[in-house]
């Protein structure tokens, strides 16, 4: 039997048993390799390890439960997690919310959005009052809207503006006096933040190097340009 299809038997495994949240020795065992070189192997093929590819699969079962109005309660049950605070730390761990603030959707939060083109097309912008949320390239404004509202489905999202908006608006038309003054209100894991950071520290025009943003986190095992070396680092927005 080839690697890949070993790799695809076990992503096969998880996916059928991730309700029984298996250990790396249970899935090791199903593809007939020790859990050492398993995990070496589902690494190196994946991107991810074993244990983390089974977060993403409980965290994405997680989402849809509470899309259906179940409870936490319900929720931690049905997707084979132990208890509420397990469910708790799965969301904060890789979402940086807590599994409530998801399920309200951005409850009762004001966010302020307007289109306003610039340097790179035309923009939605999207901003909480204690920072930016959203910022959309747009070739369709009403989609953009659309896609504004799937993010925070129960805010209160009306149109408008607010300094941070006003401080977008002028980096995007060339005034790059104050990127200082841009305030974020992002949700992310540490290691998303942290690399956000590093590169929103990135002087105009000066091109930088895996291994330059990997300095800047402090974080030496990222330092090689492979993609798989990587966790994937969604836009905040």
């Not at 003054?181 to 930088?208: N, S």
């Amino acid at each position: 039997m080839s690697n890949y299809q070993r790799i695809a038997n076990a992503i096969k495994y998880i996916n059928d048993h991730s309700t029984e949240q298996p250990g790396l020795e249970d899935v090791a065992d199903a593809v007939h390799l020790s859990p050492y070189h398993f995990h070496r192997l589902f690494k190196e093929w994946g991107g991810v390890t074993p244990k983390e590819f089974l977060q993403y699969i409980s965290l994405s079962q997680a989402k849809k439960l509470l899309d259906d109005n179940q409870t936490l309660e319900e929720t931690a049950f049905q997707t084979g997690l132990s208890s509420t605070s397990r469910l708790h730390d799965l969301f904060v761990n890789i979402e940086g919310m807590t599994p409530g603030e998801f399920k309200n959707g951005g409850k009762a939060l004001p966010i302020r959005y307007c289109f306003s083109d610039g340097l790179f097309g035309d923009m939605l912008i999207a901003s909480t009052g204690k920072g930016v949320c959203n910022l959309l390239f747009v070739d369709d404004k009403d989609r953009a809207l659309a896609e504004l509202k799937r993010a925070w489905p129960e805010a209160d999202i009306a149109e408008g503006q607010d300094t941070h908006i006003d401080h977008v608006k002028k980096l995007f038309n060339t005034d790059w006096n104050h990127p200082d003054k841009i305030k974020l209100h992002i949700r992310g894991t540490d290691f998303q933040l942290k690399v956000w950071e590093a590169l929103l520290k990135i002087p105009p025009c000066k091109p930088v190097s895996y291994s330059d943003v990997a300095d800047a986190i402090n974080n030496p095992k990222l330092r090689a340009p492979s993609v798989r070396h990587w966790p994937e680092i969604r836009s905040p927005f």
